[in-house]
């Protein structure tokens, strides 16, 4: 019934219009999707996030052991942030081995520290290594730079968890200046400029303090790996819920100064699991106990490559996956020629988070 509807609507249509009129209507319809692509994604994400609020029973605690300077073992002085004061603190998780990622880092964002008129500041977390000579040429770079907090646990995948309360402990007590806090992978061509951009223009606080901002790319109804083999293992025991909260990627996402408090406190209600959890979804926990929803970014990338386009690279925040070297050519690039207008870093956006999108529906395992 429905179908022969349609089927003699389309008829009408088509001896209204003609074949050659409706397949331009559509065409141009497609082209004005992939120019706002960005805007649709928001959309569709916020019809998919569960947006359920805090389920936790318990109460915060009032206050969080105050962070101890001996709980790193390098870092830079303890007045850095007061005499910087950066308005946002990038923080980049990096391996120990990864100088190289590091490096191209200084040469290229990180070695930014006025943007968009505001200070900003990136320094980078690594933990401890078993290998002296590894010990040493970190501490060497760390008198030679004066950028890397190093924190007193062991630098492997399965401590990540520790490595960001490490971070969120030491941004408490030696960054309280800073009014954002970014945690980004070392492998992130992460762009200052464009979130400060897109914090101004879309999620400014009224006159005061920000409010508690958990941004980033937002995965949700990601199910608990219960494999024991696997690398994200969760068990049953420290999780029992079907899914977990909704949360940010843990490549790059952005807190407030209010956050950082609150998912601290949140961290420390909760008993830490053995193996502890993935980074990225222990922050999305403590964000649910604490009561904060992520807020979905479509200019943080996620898995799929995002193929390099000046204008769409000038308009994301973080792309994944980049190689030092890439990272140093296409920052060169992105600054060689004047800012892209507005019509084309819409088309550029749209094609290169279109090329990424098919890659996410061909290899949806990235
Ligand atoms: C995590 O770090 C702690 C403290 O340094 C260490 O004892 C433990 O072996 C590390 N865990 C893993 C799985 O690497």
Redesign the pocket.
């Known amino acids: 019934m429905v179908i022969r509807g349609l089927w003699v609507c389309k008829i009408r249509l088509v001896k209204h219009f003609g074949l050659a009129q409706i397949l331009c209507l559509f065409v141009f319809a497609c082209l004005v999707a992939v120019l706002f692509i960005d805007y649709i994604e928001l959309w569709i994400t916020s019809l998919r996030m569960n947006g359920v609020g805090a389920s936790y029973g318990g109460i915060l605690p009032q206050s969080v052991p105050p962070t101890r300077p001996e709980e790193y073992l390098l870092m830079p002085s303890q007045l850095v942030c007061q005499r910087a004061k950066p308005y946002l603190i990038t923080l980049v998780t990096s391996a120990p081995t990864n100088k190289k990622a590091r490096q191209a880092i200084r040469n290229t964002w990180g070695g930014e520290v006025q943007v968009q008129g505001f200070r900003v500041m990136t320094l980078f977390m690594v933990g401890?290594v078993l290998d002296p000579a590894l010990t040493k040429q970190l501490s060497d770079e760390a008198r030679e730079h004066g950028d890397l907090v190093q924190g007193?646990?062991?630098d492997?995948y399965?401590?990540l968890t520790?490595k960001t309360l490490s971070m969120l402990a030491w941004a408490r007590r030696f960054c309280p200046e800073a009014h954002f806090l970014a945690k980004v992978d070392d492998d992130v061509m992460f762009n200052p400029s464009a979130l400060l951009q897109y914090i101004s223009r879309n999620l400014k606080a009224p006159e005061g303090e920000p409010k508690e901002l958990y941004l980033g790319r937002v995965h949700f109804n990601v199910l608990p790996d219960h494999n024991p083999a696997s690398k994200h293992f969760v068990s049953k025991d420290a999780f029992s819920d079907a899914v977990f909260p909704d949360y940010c990627s843990g490549t790059a996402y952005v807190l407030s100064r209010p956050a950082v408090l609150k998912l601290s406190l949140a961290a420390a209600a909760i008993r830490l699991p053995k193996p502890l959890p993935p980074e990225d979804v222990f922050v999305g926990l403590c964000a649910h106990i604490a009561g904060i929803s992520p807020i979905h970014c479509p200019l943080f990338s996620g898995g799929p490559p995002v193929t390099y386009a000046r204008c769409c690279y000038q308009a994301m925040v973080s792309v994944h996956h980049t190689k030092p070297e890439n990272m140093l050519q296409y920052w060169a690039d992105m600054h060689s020629n004047a800012l892209c207008s507005w019509v084309e870093v819409r088309t550029s956006l749209g094609i290169c988070k279109f090329r990424a999108l098919l890659g996410h529906l061909l290899l949806p395992e990235l």
Do not use: E
């Open positions: 401890q007193r646990f062991l492997t399965a401590n520790l």
